[in-house]
């Protein structure tokens, strides 16, 4: 599986936008693009993926470049809840692939009032 | 609530000793993962199971095993337990077998004396 590439810790204040970046320079055609999160004392959770074209949904926003080669998972306003380990991971979606995730170290996000 | 439950929450016992932890997927979810975070390792996979089958296997020790029973519910046994086997069990399940997003459980803390 392709490598991921995060900033091992990032900075926020509380109600304000937070970009999450994610390098994937090996990315290949069938790979989506994962984000998970966890908050401490708590399991991973799901936050968004996609392919070739930014995604929204009520978590979070992805942008995807053009190349495939980054994307940012985007906050529209953090709050004090959203301070947990980002995750940027590659999942290939073909039938003969496994489906489990590989997790680097992630991105610690602090969340400030 | 990501509605996949594990059991127990917390499990202490000796080295040397067998337990089984348990995971009931998200209803009408096929597939099951389990995953090991310590805090050396981070999260790593450790084996999935689809439908009943055993699908892709990570870096599991020969002294774990794991199955998914009929009703789809999982349980991974650890046996001869050793101090290093001390961390958090997760599961996850999905609908397929790859790709898509995985929904993931509490936790089992597993403590080893």
């Known amino acids: 599986d392709a490598k991921t590439t995060q900033p091992n810790s990032m900075e926020s204040n509380e109600e304000e936008p937070v970009h999450l970046p994610c390098n994937h320079s090996?990315?290949?055609?069938?790979?989506?693009i994962h984000w998970y999160r966890q908050l401490p004392s708590q399991g991973p959770e799901y936050v968004i993926h996609?392919?070739?074209s930014n995604v929204n949904n009520r978590m979070a926003s992805l942008a995807i470049a053009e190349d495939r080669k980054s994307s940012t998972l985007i906050l529209h306003r953090a709050t004090l809840r959203d301070a947990a380990v980002y995750y940027c991971?590659?999942?290939?979606?073909?039938?003969?692939?496994?489906?489990?995730?590989?997790f680097g170290k992630g991105t610690k996000l602090s969340v400030k009032p | 609530d990501s509605g996949v439950t594990q059991t127990p929450k917390h499990l202490i016992t000796a080295t040397g000793q067998r337990v089984t932890l348990r995971c009931s997927p998200r209803s009408g979810d096929l597939s099951v993962y389990w995953y090991q975070q310590s805090l050396d390792q981070g999260l790593q996979f450790l084996i999935q199971y689809y439908n009943g089958e055993e699908r892709a296997k990570g870096n599991i020790l020969e002294r774990f095993s794991a199955q998914q029973f009929p009703d789809l519910h999982s349980e991974l046994n650890l046996s001869s337990l050793e101090l290093g086997d001390s961390a958090l069990y997760f599961c996850?399940?999905?609908?397929?077998?790859?790709?898509?997003?995985?929904?993931f459980g509490p936790g089992t803390r597993l403590t080893v004396t």
């Open positions: 996609g392919l070739t």
């Open positions: 991971i590659l999942n290939r979606a073909s039938g003969g692939s496994q489906g489990n995730l590989i």
């Open positions: 996850a399940s999905s609908v397929l077998g790859f790709g898509g997003e995985q929904y």
């Open positions: 090996t990315i290949s055609g069938t790979d989506y």
